[in-house]
């Protein structure tokens, strides 16, 4: 039987009365009814077309074809437990290590992000036998309860920072401690690390693991200075503890030039745990933990059986498979580095030209600009992006404000994303930012 399609004004009334209201919509003051999806393009219910550009869960472009179609192939087949031994969660462990270094080989294939980054903890404090977190200002790494404790960028609006968490400043080298005319910010900032550090264990505390996001997104699509992992990652092993890298926002690409972001630190960096999930399904719920065979040693070691119901089922496995066909085939990452090289250098020519633009940031489809009200106090411009933001979605362009201001327009579309997109989003920008700056003069 088809399911009933209801009017866009009865649907939102069913969601206010059946839904959590703490789970938000996308414009909320007029919120968009999507019905279906294409590539790159979404369609509401009377077929008007807008450009997404902040689905990056929609890794591979939305409902694309050779995805539905592993997916199908394969439930119609099977999809039972993980603990039958089946081929298609092998040959997709096989295929995710060729794209990593030789020491992370052993997975843990789970349902989400959140579900990923929790194991990840549990792995750290199981290997290293140490409780404390050291974490980034403004980081978040999940809503599962353990992750929380982890995420300042929840925390603090909760019950706030837990006595074995420990933050480290966020090295944005915008408004940061350390600015872009230091000579050296990934080393400035990495002792900031070290010395938080050095206070937990003057303190008698002893250290887990350094919980980062390969490139802070909810800080606002920060770009960490070079040297910086390396240097943290010495400090971080010299203390006892690992290193975890958070790829849930930027595996699988999304930076172009290289498959993980964690990579732009150096070619012989290597964290000891790597977490991802949110593109890796392509919007089917998959996730995954990667670590070393000592970490996952210690972990078998304890005892306690870990198993995961749908964790790497095979109708996930399929689609995980098809995911990293499409990348290769379709070539995305070079399409990653070359459309996202055009955005950036046409959102750094509305910088020259509108001084409310006071910084643009990022790296293949991973990119973001910061409203200010000047460009010598860095005052947030919030309103402003907000409204920028509202003035996008009625010329049918998606896009949404990030950072602890919500002053920053991010793009992280699917990677699909054209050279066409990209001018028609910036010509869009371009015309809405002269708008916006006729209404803050008159």
């Not at 990593?100 to 990923?116: D, H, I, R, T």
Request: aromatic letters at 10%.
């Amino acid at each position: 039987m088809a399911l009933q399609m209801f009017d866009k004004e009865r649907t939102l009334q069913m969601r206010q009365k059946l839904i959590g209201q703490s789970c938000r919509l996308f414009f909320s003051h007029e919120p968009l009814k999507i019905v279906k999806a294409r590539g790159q393009y979404l369609y509401d219910e009377n077929g008007t077309q807008y450009l997404d550009c902040i689905s990056n869960v929609q890794h591979v472009g939305h409902c694309h074809p050779s995805i539905t179609k592993a997916a199908t192939a394969q439930m119609e087949l099977l999809n039972a437990n993980s603990r039958f031994l089946h081929d298609n969660i092998v040959q997709y462990a096989e295929r995710l290590a060729n794209t990593l270094p030789q020491k992370l080989c052993v997975f843990y294939f789970v349902n989400s992000g959140s579900e990923a980054n929790d194991l990840a903890l549990r792995l750290a404090r199981q290997y290293t036998q140490n409780k404390d977190v050291v974490v980034l200002n403004h980081a978040y790494h999940g809503h599962l309860t353990s992750l929380i404790d982890i995420s300042p960028y929840k925390f603090w609006k909760l019950e706030g920072q837990k006595e074995w968490v420990h933050v480290a400043p966020l090295p944005d080298t915008y408004r940061g401690l350390y600015r872009e005319g230091h000579p050296n910010p990934g080393q400035a900032y990495a002792d900031t690390v070290k010395n938080l550090i050095d206070e937990v264990q003057n303190r008698g505390r002893k250290i887990s693991c350094f919980f980062v996001e390969s490139l802070p997104s909810v800080g606002g699509h920060i770009i960490l200075p070079p040297g910086y992992f390396p240097k943290v990652a010495e400090y971080i092993r010299a203390a006892g503890g690992v290193f975890v890298a958070d790829e849930i926002q930027t595996g699988f690409g999304r930076v172009g030039s290289h498959f993980w972001a964690f990579q732009l630190q150096g070619e012989d960096f290597c964290p000891d745990i790597v977490t991802m999930g949110k593109p890796m399904g392509n919007g089917h719920p998959l996730a995954c933990v990667v670590t070393t065979k000592e970490i996952a040693g210690t972990f078998t070691a304890n005892g306690v059986e870990y198993f995961n119901t749908f964790g790497g089922n095979p109708v996930s496995c399929a689609i995980g498979l098809a995911v990293l066909d499409v990348i290769e085939k379709e070539d995305l990452r070079a399409n990653a580095v070359r459309v996202g090289s055009q955005l950036k250098k046409l959102l750094k020519q509305l910088q020259a030209k509108h001084t409310i633009i006071g910084d643009v940031r990022g790296v293949g489809l991973f990119l973001g600009f910061e409203l200010v009200k000047d460009r010598v106090a860095l005052t947030p411009a919030t309103e402003e992006a907000g409204l920028l933001v509202q003035r996008l979605k009625e010329r049918h362009i998606c896009l949404s404000t990030d950072g602890p201001w919500a002053n920053v327009i991010k793009f992280k579309p699917p990677m699909c994303f054209s050279m066409e997109d990209a001018e028609r989003s910036c010509t869009t920008v371009q015309l809405h930012n002269c708008l916006l700056i006729t209404h803050l003069i008159f």
